[in-house]
């Protein structure tokens, strides 16, 4: 398998998330208001009809998607850094992406185990969701879609792997690389993009592995907070207190 690790900082060309999305989802809903705006023209044929109409949509469902790759799981009021158990996460995301899965026949194998990073919430579990996303969507006839974690030193690891297409050398040393996608119009090449910049912000690294035709593999590693077992000097103290 060939091994890269991609730095994030690459990505500092997009400082606040929450900033592009509106720049973002704001060129699509442009491209669809003009061919609607076409349609009202008395003299058109059936054909151009149908095509302005097939363009709206596709720019629309452009909109939707880009609205997916950043904010699935905002919340009204502003999130705020706190310990986050990776298995609970986790198990959130993968409840959101099973129809996705079933859809795809991609049948998912877990092997979770609970420990803690310093996070906000909305942000860990977008990341999750855009690589589990991309995993399945490199499954369109079936695959397995394993997803690991487990503790390495003072780092949890989590190994999101499918047996999809694979990436070539090239494409892997792109990801994350705005608007890089071979989904066509289906794409928005913001995904991963996302995803370094929110493992960078959380100060964990990332890792991909993969071969055309075999899968491909993204590895996580953010820093290990207290485990959720070993309870902290403090715990332990609030708990001698409330004896
Ligand atoms: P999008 O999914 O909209 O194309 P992403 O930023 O999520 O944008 O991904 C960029 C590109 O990276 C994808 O178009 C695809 O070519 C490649 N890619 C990402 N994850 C995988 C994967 N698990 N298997 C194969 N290719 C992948
Ligand atoms: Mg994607």
Do not use: W
């Amino acid at each position: 398998l060939r091994k890269r690790i991609i730095r994030a900082e690459k990505m500092e060309v997009v400082s606040h998330l929450a900033a592009s999305i509106s720049h973002e989802v704001r060129n699509p809903l442009t491209t669809a208001r003009g061919f609607i705006q076409l349609l009202e023209q008395s003299h058109l044929s059936q054909e151009k009809r149908k095509q302005y109409i097939r363009i709206a949509i596709e720019e629309l469902d452009r909109a939707e998607a880009i609205i997916t790759d950043y904010l699935t799981f905002a919340k009204p009021a502003p999130e705020s850094v706190e310990n986050l158990n990776v298995k609970t996460e986790m198990e959130r995301v993968i409840d959101i992406v099973r129809p996705l899965a079933n859809m795809n026949s991609v049948e998912v194998q877990t092997s979770l185990i609970p420990c803690n990073v310093k996070g906000e919430r909305q942000k860990l579990q977008q990341c999750l969701l855009n690589i589990i996303k991309n995993a399945i969507e490199a499954m369109p006839n079936g695959g397995t879609l394993e997803v690991y974690i487990s503790i390495e030193k003072d780092q949890v690891l989590i190994r999101i792997s499918d047996t999809g297409v694979g990436m070539t050398k090239e494409q892997i040393e792109r990801l994350g690389e705005p608007y890089f996608t071979t989904k066509g119009r289906r794409g928005t090449g913001l995904g991963m993009m996302v995803v370094y910049r929110i493992i960078e912000s959380m100060g964990g690294t990332i890792q991909i592995a993969s071969e055309v035709n075999k899968g491909t593999q993204v590895s996580l590693y953010l820093p290990l907070t207290q485990s959720l077992h070993t309870p902290s000097v403090e715990q332990k103290r609030d708990a001698f207190v409330a004896l």
